[in-house]
């Protein structure tokens, strides 16, 4: 075993490199890709499988060992569990064109490791590093387990402690390509969330220039255009075009309003209030708005949640959302609400049934200018995640073209 510790530090090489690869070249970093095959991940996968299976580690009495467990297991935690099957398709149709011994009994149990992995997998972006790092040793630890008792049915002891190391080797690789992964999704994050600031910093500075100077001549263009409306001497279609005229002001107005609400910091102090209160009154506000366009209002919400929060601004942030979410949905879906203890937080998960987003506009939402509505700004999303964020709270938003989006708010209670 230890005269052939090349091969294992080659197998080594075949798991780090790829996913290095990945992340420089194909990827900005692997986060959730549950919903969806990503297949850039799924062939660095494959080129990691077929070479870990194609030059396996030689031991004792001519037996070989591999590292293949590794891409596995990455493919059903950071792919979820229809990447992961795919790979796991592939390693036993490779398991059977290279005809290898007790075929059917590798497919009974790497079944049940599906099986094991499939149910981690849909929990697992949620957990820390460390839970996460804990979650799979354990899993592997009972892989490696499993074969220890299949080699004592056996009576194969001697090859017991060359398990053990291999398996050894192998878990610190595994732990190692997970901590690589962890930490460049962090700096992926970090990185977007610099860039993003850096976007409002530039559009508050703008707004606070521009803002006033362009509010006072249109404050005097829309009194001019009211004093005008009132003369009996105009007809119809210029009384039209003058309503038309001060509406579109209204709408300059608003704009600016919003671009204003980005540039001044927020100076009011926090108060402890009742989430749960204020839910419930936001909800039956937009429920006469949900009912007009017959869309139906599910909603569930714990009692007694209570958050250091501006009252006025979680309200702006709940109707913000909720509205984008009506308004997606056009006529004849389903908006659902629920607010609920999570550990230290409140969580409010609010999802609807409309239109959705593909990646690349889910990627962009909450950033000024970028709106996948026809006259939309950006702006009020761009708010809302800022207000979350002066909470110490974080807004994640998962959606699926033709499906719906789903908006996740995390806050944390008041002690």
């Known amino acids: 075993m230890f005269e052939n510790i090349g091969h294992v530090l080659y197998h080594v090489l075949i798991i780090l490199f790829p996913i290095l690869f990945y992340h420089q070249f194909l990827s900005k970093g692997i986060t959730d890709f549950t919903k969806r095959i990503n297949y850039e991940f799924l062939m660095v996968l494959l080129i990691m499988l077929i070479f870990t299976m194609s030059f396996p580690i030689e031991v004792t009495n001519g037996d070989t060992y591999d590292q293949k467990i590794i891409p596995i297991i990455l493919a059903f935690m950071y792919g979820g569990w229809i990447l992961g099957i795919t790979l796991l398709l592939a390693m036993l149709g490779y398991l059977f064109i290279l005809d290898e011994p007790g075929f059917l009994i590798m497919v009974v149990n790497y079944a049940i490791v599906a099986v094991l992995l499939s149910i981690f997998s849909m929990w697992f972006q949620g957990l820390e590093k460390k839970i996460k790092i804990l979650v799979v040793s354990i899993l592997f630890f009972f892989i490696t387990l499993?074969?220890?008792?299949?080699?004592?049915?056996?009576?194969e002891h001697d090859e017991i402690f060359v398990t053990f190391?291999?398996?050894?080797?192998?878990?610190?690789?595994?732990?190692?390509?997970?901590?690589?992964?962890?930490?460049?999704?962090?700096?992926?994050?970090?990185?977007?969330?610099?860039?993003?600031?850096?976007?409002?910093?530039?559009?508050?500075?703008?707004?606070?220039?521009?803002?006033?100077?362009?509010?006072?001549?249109m404050t005097s263009t829309r009194g001019f255009l009211q004093l005008m409306s009132k003369d009996g001497n105009l007809n119809d279609a210029q009384k039209k075009y003058i309503e038309i005229s001060i509406g579109e002001l209204d709408r300059a107005q608003a704009i600016i309003q919003d671009y204003l609400s980005l540039a001044k910091p927020n100076k009011q102090e926090?108060?402890?209030?009742?989430l749960t209160k204020e839910i419930e009154n936001v909800v039956q506000l937009m429920s006469t708005y949900t009912n007009i366009q017959s869309?139906?209002?599910?909603?569930?919400?714990?009692?007694?949640?209570?958050?250091?929060?501006?009252?006025?601004?979680?309200?702006?942030?709940?109707?913000?959302?909720?509205?984008n979410g009506i308004e997606a949905i056009g006529?004849?879906?389903?908006?659902?609400?629920?607010?609920?203890?999570?550990?230290?937080?409140?969580?409010?998960?609010?999802?609807?049934?409309?239109?959705?987003?593909?990646?690349?506009?889910?990627?962009r939402i909450g950033t000024p200018f970028y709106s996948t509505k026809d006259m939309g700004t950006g702006i009020g999303l761009t708010i809302s995640f800022q207000i979350v964020q002066l909470l110490k709270g974080r807004i994640d938003a998962s959606s699926e073209y033709g499906k719906g989006t789903a908006f996740r708010i995390r806050i944390p209670l008041a002690e």
């Not at 869309?295 to 913000?320: C, M, P, R, W």
Request: overall charge neutral; charged content about 20%.
């Open 331 to 363: 006529e004849g879906g389903t908006i659902s609400v629920h607010a609920f203890r999570e550990k230290e937080n409140a969580v409010i998960e609010i999802a609807d049934d409309g239109i959705g987003m593909t990646s690349a506009q889910l990627s």
């Open 295 to 323: 869309i139906t209002f599910q909603h569930s919400i714990e009692g007694e949640l209570y958050i250091k929060a501006n009252k006025d601004e979680v309200k702006q942030v709940l109707i913000n959302i909720i509205k």
């Open 270 to 274: 926090f108060s402890r209030m009742n």
């Open 146 to 155: 499993t074969r220890t008792v299949r080699l004592i049915l056996i009576n």
């Open 165 to 217: 190391l291999v398996s050894f080797v192998t878990w610190v690789t595994l732990v190692t390509v997970m901590l690589i992964i962890e930490n460049l999704n962090m700096q992926m994050n970090l990185q977007r969330e610099l860039q993003r600031s850096e976007k409002l910093k530039v559009v508050s500075e703008l707004a606070a220039s521009v803002a006033h100077e362009v509010r006072n001549p």
